[in-house]
């Protein structure tokens, strides 16, 4: 197995319509590192990580996938990827099982059915995110915490070695945050590499081995996990700042670790 990193930019450069979004960020993350990347609204955490996985092209500099450029990187069973969220349905509905299962694809032999190992690993990740008596509803009708868990769990069927998640505490209640950091602390502790965007930590935080900080595109501060002022002063000068109960409904609690 090749020693080099997870994930690894050297002076990468994302532009959006003639405007720099990402400015020449050198960031590496290293093998059962859990990463925050933190800042505030449109500071460039997304738009950082989409990049880090190849899913927007740089303009300026490189990145790496365990020592791969995204366009010729192969082992996609390794990489999990919760985007902000579920893209716009359209023509058929997928259900929520459907959706989680397709995180297995990576895993699946080519045209190959789904075996055992897929169905019960489909299965784990429902009821990890309390979504078990969902499975057969269309992903489209459920609330946006709901939609966010379906987004969870379908990264956590693919049994990824990296795992990147883009706010999956944004609009998600109280209690799900807890069991969504209960199932981080057990990936971390299995030596899993997680890459988290967050606008606050909230239980996550003492998960997180190190942080960084985005500011108009680039890396303002990195190192150890900021104290909660942090985020506090962040929130404070945030006019869009959003908390994690926003959009929160009690039918949305349920999710749980195991
Ligand atoms: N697809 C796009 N096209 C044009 N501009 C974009 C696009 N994606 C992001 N941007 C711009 O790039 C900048 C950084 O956006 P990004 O979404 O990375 O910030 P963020 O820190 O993740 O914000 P948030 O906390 O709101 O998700 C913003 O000015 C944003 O408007």
Request: charged share 25%.
């Given at each position: 197995?090749?020693?080099?990193?997870?994930?690894q930019?050297?002076g990468?450069?994302?532009?959006?319509?003639g405007?720099?979004?990402?400015?020449?960020?050198?960031?590496?993350?290293?093998?059962?590192?859990?990463?925050?990347?933190?800042?505030?609204?449109g500071?460039?955490?997304s738009?950082?990580?989409?990049?880090?996985?190849?899913l927007?092209?740089l303009?300026?500099?490189r990145?790496e996938?365990?020592?791969?450029?995204?366009?010729?990187?192969r082992d996609?069973k390794?990489?999990?990827?919760?985007?902000?969220?579920?893209?716009?349905?359209?023509?058929?509905?997928?259900?929520?099982?459907?959706i989680v299962?397709?995180?297995?694809?990576a895993?699946?032999?080519?045209?190959r059915?789904?075996?055992?190992?897929?169905?019960?690993?489909v299965?784990?990740a429902?009821?990890?995110?309390?979504?078990a008596?969902?499975?057969?509803d269309?992903?489209?009708?459920?609330?946006?915490?709901?939609?966010r868990?379906v987004?969870?769990?379908?990264a956590?069927?693919g049994e990824?070695d990296?795992?990147?998640?883009?706010?999956p505490t944004?609009g998600?209640?109280?209690a799900?945050?807890?069991?969504?950091?209960?199932?981080?602390r057990?990936l971390?502790?299995?030596?899993?590499?997680?890459?988290?965007?967050?606008?606050?930590?909230?239980?996550?935080?003492?998960l997180?081995?190190?942080?960084?900080v985005?500011?108009?595109?680039?890396?303002?501060?990195?190192?150890?996990p900021p104290?909660?002022?942090w985020?506090?002063?962040?929130?404070?000068e945030?006019?869009?700042?959003?908390?994690?109960?926003?959009g929160?409904r009690?039918?949305?609690?349920?999710?749980?670790?195991?």
């Amino acid at each position: 197995m090749s020693s080099a990193p997870p994930l690894q930019m050297t002076g990468g450069r994302v532009r959006f319509d003639g405007r720099e979004a990402l400015s020449g960020v050198d960031l590496r993350v290293g093998a059962g590192e859990f990463l925050a990347v933190l800042g505030a609204n449109g500071s460039g955490k997304s738009t950082l990580v989409r990049a880090l996985l190849g899913l927007v092209p740089l303009s300026g500099g490189r990145t790496e996938i365990y020592g791969v450029p995204p366009a010729r990187f192969r082992d996609w069973k390794r990489v999990g990827y919760v985007p902000q969220r579920l893209p716009a349905g359209g023509g058929v509905p997928a259900t929520v099982r459907e959706i989680v299962a397709s995180g297995r694809v990576a895993r699946r032999s080519r045209w190959r059915p789904a075996s055992s190992a897929d169905r019960a690993a489909v299965d784990a990740a429902l009821r990890a995110v309390g979504l078990a008596d969902r499975a057969r509803d269309s992903a489209h009708l459920l609330s946006g915490g709901q939609q966010r868990r379906v987004l969870i769990a379908r990264a956590l069927a693919g049994e990824p070695d990296v795992l990147v998640m883009d706010e999956p505490t944004a609009g998600v209640d109280a209690a799900s945050q807890a069991a969504l950091a209960a199932i981080l602390r057990e990936l971390a502790g299995r030596g899993r590499t997680v890459v988290l965007v967050a606008h606050e930590l909230g239980p996550l935080e003492p998960l997180i081995d190190r942080c960084v900080v985005m500011e108009h595109g680039r890396v303002a501060h990195e190192g150890a996990p900021p104290p909660p002022a942090w985020s506090r002063a962040a929130q404070a000068e945030d006019p869009h700042h959003h908390g994690p109960r926003e959009g929160a409904r009690s039918d949305e609690i349920g999710m749980r670790a195991g």
